[in-house]
């Protein structure tokens, strides 16, 4: 398994991290891929297949105390921060001048 956290747009929104297997991973995160924006994971995946993966990923929400590690990043209604992860590695994030984040 491998734990995806979720940062959503809302105020209220609490950043949960959720398990997902190997192939539900590899549906939102394409290869070498740790930062998805959830725009782009529908437009590449087939409806269904992604509906049914969902259902199974949010019902394994980890408490963050449980969690080891995080293998990916799931973005929702944030498109503004696309521009920080051109190549969506996080290890890979820049500034807004281009200059590497770390």
């Known amino acids: ?18 398990a997902a297997t190997e192939e539900e991973f590899a549906l939102i995160f394409p290869e070498g891929q740790d930062v998805a924006f959830i ?3 529908i437009t590449h995946g087939s409806e269904r297949e992604l ?5 199974r990923i949010w019902k394994r929400r980890i408490p963050k105390r449980d ?3 995080i293998h ?8 503004p921060k696309k521009q920080y992860y ?5 290890e ?8 590497r984040l770390r």
């Open 1 to 18: 398994m491998k734990n995806i956290q979720v940062i959503d747009g809302a105020d209220n929104f609490v950043y949960d991290i959720f």
């Open 39 to 41: 725009d782009e994971v």
């Open 51 to 55: 509906d049914e993966a969902f259902t």
């Open 67 to 69: 969690a080891m590690g």
């Open 72 to 79: 990916g990043i799931l973005f929702y209604e944030l498109a």
């Open 86 to 90: 051109p190549t969506r590695r996080d």
């Open 92 to 99: 890979e994030a820049i500034n807004p001048d281009g200059t």
